[in-house]
């Protein structure tokens, strides 16, 4: 998973957002995470220690002076086993203490004591957040190293709509697990293709492959968490875009060739993940077909473009990577393929292994000869193929 073996300390301070750390401990824990909970005061105002307690599995801890620590130092204890502090809401009045370096309560004095990053996530009425003192003391915090992440703009518990909210849990959780993805990608431009297409045959029929998206959106996400600019251009699919990748829509082979073909100049990597149908209906009735009319309709089909073939022989093209779903002999046909459209690297995987579910089983081809991975989930699969493009890429 994302954050195995990561110890985090998580500091909770006063806000009404408090209420969404319990569910962030959820996802930080359900992502392989260590989670320790240190709360201000005020926070236990909103949200009791006995929440986070139960949902992390560790003592929670509060007062500096809490006598569980055998030594009395729980704040040098606590921030010395930390891979990364944390702190989700962080109150402006939290933002001035650690601006001021002040240690007045444990998780301030734990701040000011770390020997690991130190990650906030403002939380505070919009006019609280334009303040020129907190202005002044997120300029300090920046100078410090300190990692801002958002606030986010939006609707406010006091009524009022403005910048201040607290970025969800979930783009918590994936700002953490990029904050520790080596940056591998970093200055590259990536453009993918993920999902099928729709070639529609009137208004309500069309054909269509069987692609879930999951492993180019995987992908997508990776590429994004190692520091690459990353654009999809994506098929139907019920998936959410993956935080910080620009999404383009489309239906057709005919969209997805135009939306890439605009792009595939300015880019460093294409990554063909897409279910292209290789064949459309070389008419779209207007109107529905009726069963009334006689017998089954024939359906004139014509070829769809070669997306990847067409990137891969652009003149200056960039460093391409397919996809080879088979049926039976992967490495035989895999390799071929890679021959034919004369491309660097490509991805093969056996369709009864992948389809659909959250693992995969792959094998990379390229010019070096197959790779195996160990069957993993997408997501971890996504990460090991980004680290062999970057070292392709550095070979370059
Ligand atoms: O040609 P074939 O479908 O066997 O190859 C699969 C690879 O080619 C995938 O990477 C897929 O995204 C890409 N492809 C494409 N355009 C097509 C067909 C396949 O980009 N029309």
Redesign the pocket.
């Known amino acids: 998973m994302e954050l195995d073996g990561k110890r985090i300390v998580l500091g909770v301070t006063g806000g009404v957002a408090a209420y969404k750390a319990a569910h962030l401990l959820r996802l930080l824990t359900g992502a392989g995470a260590r989670v320790q909970v240190v709360m201000t005061e005020s926070a236990t105002r909103f949200v009791t220690p006995v929440t986070f307690q139960a949902l992390s599995g560790q003592p929670v801890f509060v007062d500096p002076w809490d006598a569980r620590m055998a030594n009395n130092m729980a704040h040098i204890d606590l921030s010395r086993a930390a891979d990364a502090i944390l702190v989700a809401p962080a109150s402006a009045n939290f933002l001035a203490r650690v601006a001021q370096g002040l240690a007045d309560d444990l998780l301030t004095a734990l701040v000011l004591a770390r020997d690991c990053p130190l990650l906030v996530a403002p939380a505070m009425n919009r006019q609280m957040w334009e303040n020129p003192a907190t202005r002044r003391n997120m300029a300090t915090l920046a100078g410090d190293g300190v990692l801002c992440l958002g606030p986010a703009a939006g609707a406010q518990a006091c009524g009022e709509t403005g910048e201040g909210r607290m970025l969800e849990p979930e783009a918590l959780l994936e700002a953490l697990c990029a904050f520790f993805t080596p940056k591998v990608l970093a200055g590259r431009r990536v453009l993918l293709?993920a999902g099928p297409t729709f070639e529609p045959i009137d208004p309500v029929r069309g054909m269509t492959n069987r692609s879930s998206g999951r492993m180019g959106y995987a992908i997508a996400q990776a590429a994004a968490r190692a520091g690459a600019a990353v654009a999809l251009v994506s098929g139907p699919v019920a998936l959410p875009a993956p935080p910080g990748v620009e999404r383009i829509d489309v239906e057709t082979?005919l969209d997805?060739?135009r939306e890439?073909m605009a792009r595939a100049g300015a880019v460093d990597v294409f990554?063909?993940?897409?279910?292209?149908?290789?064949y459309r209906p070389a008419q779209v009735a207007a109107q529905k077909l009726k069963k009334e009319l006689g017998g089954p309709p024939v359906i004139e089909l014509v070829h769809?473009?070669?997306?990847?073939?067409e990137?891969a022989a652009l003149p200056n093209a960039p460093f391409c990577?397919?996809?080879?779903?088979e049926s039976e002999q992967l490495e035989v046909y895999a390799e071929r393929?890679r021959q034919r459209?004369n491309i660097p690297l490509?991805v093969g995987n056996l369709i009864q292994d992948g389809f659909g579910g959250e693992a995969n089983r792959i094998i990379l081809f390229d010019a070096q000869g197959a790779h195996p991975l160990p069957v993993a989930s997408k997501a971890q699969l996504a990460r090991q193929l980004v680290e062999h493009l970057a070292r392709l890429l550095e070979k370059r």
């Open positions: 293709t082979a997805m060739h890439v990554i063909g993940v897409a279910a292209v149908a290789d769809n473009p070669d997306i990847l073939a990137v990577v397919g996809f080879a779903a393929k459209k490509i």
